[in-house]
């Protein structure tokens, strides 16, 4: 079970209610003729800068389309943090999927480049009411910039943008702490961890973890190839649809809502077009016949490939199919390139998801969620992960039709 953004355990479901009773008067960001002149404008009270900073490297903070103005991606390529949830393909997924409406901010300098940018969408919750968020159904994006002065007028616009409309809030997932202090009333507090490797430079150099764990791994993988077991990219339709069935069982398994099939239809004709998802699938090949054991959905942009989400054969495991899917997907990952490995999000409750990660030498790393107005939880745990109430549900919800667990998720993804 990977990363699943803001759904997650039908018993641990994490939203938050903000305060709406006080809205601040929207102010505008700047006198966009003072900064690109050179005269000092008045900023509010939103920024925490200098108004000199802002003066000599920013133009102005505009919305545009990330779909069809080129110097979006341009930036993301030049940028050692972006990340796939950046890029316009992944915001064209999730804005068709879920039908939310985008709202994109660059931070632009005098000459028209882009020195920041924040994808956003509108979205409505029943837990969460109205909110511009960057992103729904992803695990981290926020704002890239180049500097500090291009982040806290990004996050500023955004800010403008939610007290010009009362009862709604802003939701900004960052990878790390960062926004502290930036802007006026942005509060942020800790989320779940993450787990990344750091890849080396050459495939021949990577070790997973101590010699004995590397060696463990290592003896896994070659049995289950002397065992039949082969793993290859999907090459049509047909076998992601084929996948989504072991994905619904896994994530009936592991309670959590999945994903509906319209989503992963969208991802496979929009991004791996481009290159930026592959799906890999381990099938076990016997008797000259072949079975599809597990299969995993992986993410990549720039300098890193994102561990995204995973279907497997539940009484096929012992065969270690996602062990031989990883070890590929990590060599391939270094071979071409890349420089960071995510395995995905882990809860804090599931510890033998996050030995599957620790064990591929992944560090944790913590991320954060930053909202204006301050956020108040509503929902942090319903039920502890021990407690006879959520195994009561666990068992009531391994037990639905898997179609039915389809309609749910998407109904939770789509309203919570």
């Not at 990363?3 to 997650?8: I, V």
């Not at 039949?228 to 069982?249: H, K, N, S």
Request: glycine share 8%; proline share 6%; with cysteine.
């Amino acid at each position: 079970m990977t990363s699943q953004g803001d759904a997650q355990s039908l018993l641990g479901i994490k939203g938050v209610a903000t305060s709406t009773g006080q809205t601040a008067s929207s102010q505008p960001l700047a006198d966009e003729a003072a900064l690109s002149t050179g005269k000092q404008a008045d900023l509010g009270d939103c920024v925490n800068l200098s108004h000199t900073d802002l003066r000599t490297r920013i133009a102005r903070v505009v919305e545009v389309d990330p779909q069809t103005d080129t110097r979006w991606v341009g930036f993301l390529a030049a940028h050692s943090d972006s990340l796939i949830y950046h890029h316009p393909a992944w915001l064209q997924v999730i804005g068709e999927a879920y039908s939310h409406q985008p709202l994109c901010l660059a931070c632009e300098d005098s000459d028209g480049g882009f020195r920041g940018v924040l994808p956003l969408f509108h979205t409505r919750g029943l837990l969460t009411g109205r909110r511009l968020s960057s992103l729904p159904h992803t695990p981290v994006a926020g704002p890239l910039a180049l500097d500090d002065q291009a982040m806290a007028a990004l996050v500023c616009a955004a800010v403008e943008r939610v007290r010009g409309r009362p009862g709604t809030s802003l939701q900004l997932k960052m990878p790390r702490a960062g926004l502290d202090g930036l802007v006026e009333g942005l509060r942020g507090a800790p989320w779940e961890g993450t787990y990344v490797l750091e890849l080396p430079k050459q495939p021949d150099q990577l070790r997973f973890g101590d010699s004995r764990n590397h060696g463990r791994i290592k003896w896994a993988v070659n049995k289950a190839t002397k065992l039949g077991v082969q793993v290859r990219p999907a090459e049509t339709e047909g076998e992601l649809r084929t996948w989504y069935e072991l994905y619904l069982d896994t994530m009936s398994w592991h309670v959590v809502p999945p994903r509906p099939y319209r989503f992963f239809k969208l991802a496979w004709e929009r991004l791996r077009p481009q290159g930026l998802m592959r799906l890999m699938l381990a099938e076990q090949h016997e008797a000259g016949r072949s079975k599809l054991l597990a299969g995993s959905i992986f993410l990549m942009w720039g300098q890193t490939v994102v561990y995204a989400f995973n279907g497997r054969r539940r009484e096929d495991l012992s065969l270690r199919p996602n062990d031989v899917i990883q070890w590929l997907a990590i060599h391939d990952a270094c071979r071409e390139g890349f420089r960071y490995y995510d395995l995905g999000e882990v809860e804090k409750h599931q510890q033998g998801l996050a030995e599957f990660k620790a064990k591929w030498g992944a560090e944790p790393r913590q991320l954060y969620r930053y909202y204006y107005p301050e956020a108040h939880e509503l929902e942090r745990g319903i039920f502890m992960p021990s407690s006879y109430s959520r195994q009561l549900v666990n068992a009531v919800w391994r037990r639905l039709p898997l179609n039915v667990t389809a309609r749910l998720g998407d109904w939770i993804y789509r309203y919570l």
